[in-house]
């Protein structure tokens, strides 16, 4: 994990770009924001200024001041894309290409354009940008995106937890409000493509990280996306999938929309950090997008969540990292001219003693820490 601070992280990131800092009125709950990189949060702290930095950023990249080809991992705990990556419907790879990593581009307003402040207080803020795509069936498409940052108060994490926490527990929590209107004159159809938002995590990674992600009855796990997942990486027991997020290995699952419950997060035993992540799920909906990098038979039946663990792509190859990611999506959805989906994704950490952040863990995922911490 990380060792920088809050206070580190947040004179860096200021030499390079405009920043946006978000806080609650003691000062200790902060979150950081980036305009230029689409309105994206790049980190946040339990324990103001000097405190430990929870998200993941590309230090190097970001300093180089120079834009990559097919990705700029910049970094940050809420970044906002659209999926889907790969099929007939891509947003990632033009008409007639081959789906490898030579052909696979990043569109630019979701990869290196900024996003326009609309509206900012002390602990929220509003973004706003126009986005023209065409997908790889030639499908194109016209949208505005909204999308708001909210610094969440104890009241507010309380309602969304349904509990209340240890007082002694350093928090910090944000939220952000992710809108897609379609702004041209066709309505979006299943047969031409549709559009979902994603909302993609980054974090530190360490060798006692374990990410947690609760299941339903059918516990189904996908592990097919960089080859099946090794048993030590990944279990599946008791309803809960357990997958390491040690970043020294590049592995990615998924959960189907049959079997995802709309939480997950992980577990730091070494710095007593709980992240969880909630987000918004349409039950009533089984239309997920597919990002599989292949023309497919099944192009929405996707996955709701998904979590990557980095590491070298090849033996002796340099990680893109490392890092973690926790992910969410939004179901696809068949939009008129003006209307509108929306997707919300809420990130909280919990710093504090074992038998404080234990409580927490079992009212959210319904395991305690030592069923975590002995799961892999």
Request: charged fraction near 20%.
């Amino acid at each position: 994990m990380n060792s920088s601070t809050f206070a580190a992280d947040m004179a860096f990131m200021a030499k390079y770009k405009e920043t946006i800092v978000l806080e609650n009125k003691t000062g200790q709950a902060k979150v950081l924001v980036v305009p230029d990189y689409q309105g994206r949060v790049m980190t946040s702290t339990a324990a103001g200024n000097d405190g430990v930095s929870f998200g993941w950023l590309n230090y190097e990249l970001i300093a180089s001041g120079k834009l990559n080809q097919h990705i700029n991992a910049f970094g940050g705990e809420d970044r906002f894309w659209l999926g889907p990556e790969g099929g007939q419907f891509s947003l990632f790879f033009k008409a007639g290409d081959a789906f490898d990593l030579e052909h696979w581009q990043t569109p630019a307003p979701i990869d290196s354009e900024p996003f326009e402040v609309k509206e900012q207080s002390q602990s929220h803020v509003t973004f706003q940008k126009n986005i023209h795509l065409v997908n790889y069936s030639n499908t194109a498409f016209s949208l505005d995106v909204e999308r708001d940052i909210r610094l969440l108060n104890d009241e507010m994490m309380t309602t969304a937890l349904g509990s209340e926490f240890d007082p002694t527990v350093q928090a910090v929590a944000f939220e952000t409000v992710n809108k897609v209107t379609n702004s041209g004159a066709e309505t979006w159809k299943k047969e031409t493509g549709l559009l979902s938002i994603w909302i993609l995590g980054m974090f530190n990674p360490s060798a006692s990280t374990t990410i947690v992600i609760p299941l339903k009855d059918e516990a189904v796990v996908n592990d097919s996306y960089f080859g099946k997942v090794p048993a030590d990486r990944l279990v599946v027991k008791n309803g809960i999938a357990y997958f390491k997020g040690d970043g020294q290995y590049r592995s990615k699952i998924g959960v189907p929309p049959s079997s995802a419950k709309p939480i997950m997060g992980s577990y730091d035993s070494l710095k007593n950090v709980l992240t969880i992540v909630q987000f918004s799920f349409d039950t009533e909906t089984k239309d997920y997008v597919n990002s599989a990098w292949e023309l497919q038979d099944h192009p929405f039946a996707g996955d709701v969540l998904n979590s990557y663990n980095d590491g070298p792509p090849a033996p002796g190859a340099k990680p893109l990292g490392p890092f973690y990611e926790l992910e969410s999506s939004s179901a696809a959805k068949e939009l008129a001219p003006g209307e509108t989906l929306t997707h919300i994704h809420r990130t909280f950490h919990f710093v504090g003693q074992k038998n404080a952040l234990n409580a927490i863990a079992q009212s959210q995922f319904g395991v305690g820490l030592a069923e975590i911490e002995s799961a892999l």
